[in-house]
């Protein structure tokens, strides 16, 4: 775990608008937050520069039914996501920011467990994630309600208990109005989460239980969060069409939008469930859909497998910090059986036929915005 420090910062609005309605059905009590709370750091991570810092960010994890039969089978009869999630642990791990994106509420340990199209997922997941080498995750997607406020809360606590930082939902309007600044070895790191809607049939009986996408609350929530210290903001945004690997003109746009403004210094993507571009937009970077970390749709589609970490190099500059450079790490999830997560530019075990279809379909998508002419980079190419 890396060296990471949680600061509150009391007052700062995350959602705009007016003060939240009343839930109907109260959320569990919230535990107590600890300002200024130390994670323990990781004796295999390497020192930071005060100069510069690494940041990871990956796609979806969606724990479908079928993984948690695979984690179970793992565990012998425990529920165990670590040795799904080992293979990009080398690469979590190293970063000294790991951000993921759980796409799903986590029920209690008794349950129930339900996948698509209402998700409810074991507990263990969240200290599997820890196990990696995640540092915080955003929470705001499309399935953040699945399970109602109850859902929320559930997840919220899982997560504390865990260690595992979060944000795009709240359990209260305070909450919600108290964002968190990471910091990475005294670099104060912002990470705001926001999506485009939830299901279909469901609405937020609170505003604050999840982070709706406006390009406006967006940078007011980050423009409140560098008056109060942020040195890096990034943006976690669920946007997108479904396997639909070009972004759409609305992704685009807002892309432009949030990165025209200081305020905001990278955004990394998410819902999609396959791959789409990296781009640089005013010098600062935008991936636009990691893919899927870790899932197993019931009709698995070749691209839904595939997905990509983010990797990029923040230095200090006379203006500030800026990407000095930009990666990606191919990603496979391999059905096996066993189900297991591959780093595909490491691992030779994939089925060579299987491995350069990947490769040569995550590089497309990644670079067919010209992302390549702007330094971005595949380790191992």
């Known amino acids: ?9 009391a007052g700062v609005a995350v959602l705009a ?10 959320p569990e009590p919230i ?25 990871v960010a990956a796609g979806d994890v969606l724990i479908h039914p079928a993984l948690t039969e695979q984690a179970l ?9 670590s040795a799904l999630l080992a293979g990009v642990k080398p690469v979590i791990e190293q970063a000294d920011l790991a951000i993921c994106h759980l796409e799903t509420p986590i029920a209690p340990a008794g349950g129930p467990f339900k996948g698509y199209p209402l998700f409810s997922v074991p507990p263990e997941i969240a200290a599997a994630l820890v196990g990696v080498g995640y540092d915080t995750c955003s929470t705001a997607s499309n399935h953040t309600l699945d399970q109602g406020v109850g859902g929320v809360t559930t997840t919220l606590n899982t997560l504390d208990a865990a ?33 485009f809607g939830f299901n279909s049939g469901t609405s937020a009986p609170s505003p604050f239980l999840g982070n709706i996408l406006d390009p406006a609350r967006v940078l007011a929530a980050a423009r409140a969060a560098r008056k109060a210290g942020a ?39 998410h819902h999609a469930h396959i791959v789409q571009p990296f781009e640089q ?40 910090w800026k990407v000095e450079k930009a990666e990606y790490i191919p990603t496979l999830v391999d059905l096996g059986p066993p189900i297991r997560l591959r780093d595909l530019s490491t691992d030779k075990t994939v089925a060579a036929a299987r491995r350069t279809q990947a490769l040569d379909r995550i590089d497309k998508s990644v670079l067919s915005r010209g992302a390549g002419d702007h330094g971005l980079t595949r380790p191992g190419t």
Not at 17 to 26: E, F, L, M, S
Request: contains cysteine; neutral net charge; hydrophobic residues 40%.
């Open 1 to 9: 775990m890396r060296r990471i420090v949680t600061t509150l910062l």
């Open 17 to 26: 608008g007016c003060a939240p309605a009343p839930v109907a059905d109260p």
């Open 31 to 55: 535990p107590p937050v600890a300002s200024g709370r130390q994670l323990a750091p990781s004796a295999d991570k390497p020192s930071l520069s005060t100069e510069s810092f690494t940041v």
């Open 73 to 81: 089978a793992d565990g012998g009869g425990k529920r165990d996501y």
């Open 163 to 195: 260690g595992l930082k979060h944000t795009g939902s709240a359990r209260s309007a305070s909450e919600a109005a108290t964002p968190l600044i990471l910091d990475v070895h005294g670099i104060k790191v912002v990470q705001v989460s926001y999506t």
């Open 231 to 269: 040195e890096v903001v990034i943006a976690s945004i669920h946007w997108g069409i479904e396997d639909r690997a070009e972004p759409t003109a609305d992704q685009i746009r807002i892309a432009k939008q949030l990165l025209a403004d200081p305020a905001i210094d990278l955004i990394v993507g």
């Open 281 to 320: 937009i005013n010098g600062k970077w935008v991936a636009y859909g990691l893919g899927n970390q870790i899932a197993k749709h019931d009709e698995p589609r070749g691209t839904t497998e595939e997905g990509a970490i983010a990797r990029f190099r923040f230095v200090k500059g006379p203006d500030g």
